[in-house]
């Protein structure tokens, strides 16, 4: 082949791939949600949403665990999203190590950057306002970073509870459109 028609042939093809890749359409990109903030709970609707149950299923699945609770007979005492069916616990223990590495794991994918750059894309997606374990506190207002918790039921960390320490299990908040199944990560599924 001489060298004008290897020339013409390979124009040709770079016409036909770049003509290819003008027309292939883009996929579109859900816009991320904003980090909630909180939202307490406001009345009593104990009963387990949507949004709430499948997620808490997705990471039975995925990781591992037990689902715990998600809805809980109100108390005119305190205030729990747990009261408004948009909490659960993931039951896990932090005194077992394969337990402690799964929730290592679910926490490092929950609160990942996204291929496109979106910091903590799953939390937001999901609609998690905070995740508590073994004395720690994620809350998206303080950009989902691990805090000391102590819960105000204990007095002195030494007597507390293993599950007012969250020690054996994982207790997620969401928000209310979260637990309704109405935020970016319930499209197409």
Not at 127 to 145: E, F, L, P, S, T
Request: hydrophobic share 35%; proline share 5%.
């Amino acid at each position: 082949m001489d060298r004008s028609r290897l020339l013409t042939a390979l124009t040709a093809l770079v016409a036909l791939v770049a003509s290819l890749v003008v027309a292939a359409p883009a996929r579109a990109v859900e816009p991320i949600e904003d980090y909630p903030s909180y939202e307490p709970q406001r009345r009593c609707s104990p009963g387990d949403k949507p949004g709430t149950v499948e997620i808490g299923r997705w990471i039975v699945r995925r990781y591992g665990g037990g689902l715990g609770g998600i809805g809980r007979r109100c108390s005119r005492s305190s205030t729990s999203e747990h009261y408004e069916g948009r909490a659960f616990d993931w039951t896990v223990s932090a005194r077992s190590r394969a337990d402690r590495v799964r929730v290592r794991t679910f926490l490092r994918d929950l609160f990942a950057s996204d291929r496109f750059g979106n910091t903590h894309a799953r939390a937001r997606r999901m609609g998690v306002m905070y995740v508590i374990w073994d004395d720690h506190m994620y809350a998206a207002w303080d950009g989902y970073r691990a805090e000391p918790y102590r819960s105000s039921g204990c007095r002195r960390i030494r007597t507390c509870s293993p599950t007012l320490r969250h020690r054996d299990h994982v207790h997620l908040s969401l928000t209310r459109p979260a637990a309704r199944g109405e935020t970016s990560w319930f499209r197409g599924r």
